[in-house]
């Protein structure tokens, strides 16, 4: 599963890609940055309500007959979000945020699992499925990559951007904030240890930072194999196939 860290970074990766395949829709994510990060981490606010991830991410990770259309189930479960030229900058920016994250999740977590239904396989994009990702370990070395990659100075935003920026009528602006805030400081972290220890979430502990803890983190990443630049490559031009084509729908 992608990390908070992991998302903030894809959405990088992501606006980075609209710039050259969508700039309409690039330049009010790049103006409104803010709420394009809040939007990325919403799905997970879930954490900080009474709410479950199959409420905000559409789909339910034990029910493969969920799979398929998740992320367009949200979309039409938010009509007073589309289309996605009709709105404002600010909103828009938010719900690339937020397709985002549910566009890396599905695309990594369900339309790659081998119970993907069958019927609901044929006929998808092969962009969609590049063979590198094929394999769950890989996926997974792929996604930790790409987590704690460096993001340049120009993506970071100071705290009070985020208790500052608006957000859609109807979401719930509290616990999006607060997860969203919470997760920040490790955007703007170069050191995965460091990044490690960034934990937002409730009712989890920080781990400490000790020699022993160090050496025992250190110790359950080295039973993975670091995942190549051929595989990170992978990694990316199928979820952002996945995840531009989604954007591609809404717009």
């Not at 997970?44 to 339910?60: A, G, I, Y």
């Not at 050496?215 to 199928?238: F, H, V, Y």
């Amino acid at each position: 599963m992608p990390s908070l860290r992991g998302h903030l970074v894809y959405l990088v990766r992501l606006r980075q890609a609209l710039e050259r395949e969508l700039p309409e829709v690039a330049a009010p994510v790049a103006a409104h940055w803010p709420c394009a990060l809040l939007g990325c981490e919403a799905p997970d606010s879930h954490f900080f309500t009474e709410q479950t991830r199959p409420d905000l991410h559409m789909v339910d990770a034990q029910d493969p007959a969920t799979w398929p259309g998740a992320v367009e189930r949200w979309l039409d479960s938010q009509p007073q979000l589309s289309p996605g030229r009709a709105q404002p900058p600010e909103t828009v920016a938010f719900v690339v945020g937020y397709l985002s994250h549910i566009g890396l999740d599905t695309w990594a977590e369900q339309y790659l699992h081998p119970d993907f239904p069958a019927a609901a396989r044929r006929g998808l994009p092969d962009a969609w499925y590049p063979a590198a990702m094929a394999d769950g370990d890989r996926r997974r070395a792929a996604l930790q990559r790409l987590a704690e990659a460096a993001v340049p100075a120009a993506y970071h935003v100071p705290p009070d951007a985020i208790r500052r920026a608006p957000l859609p009528a109807g979401v719930r602006a509290e616990p999006i904030r607060t997860i969203t805030a919470g997760i920040l400081p490790a955007l703007s972290l170069d050191d995965p240890w460091s990044q490690s220890r960034v934990q937002p979430l409730p009712g989890r502990a920080v781990t400490p930072d000790t020699p022993e803890a160090r050496r025992l983190w250190e110790s359950g990443r080295a039973a993975q194999a670091p995942a190549t630049d051929a595989e990170m490559e992978a990694l990316l031009s199928g979820a952002l196939a996945f995840t531009l084509h989604m954007i591609r729908r809404w717009w």
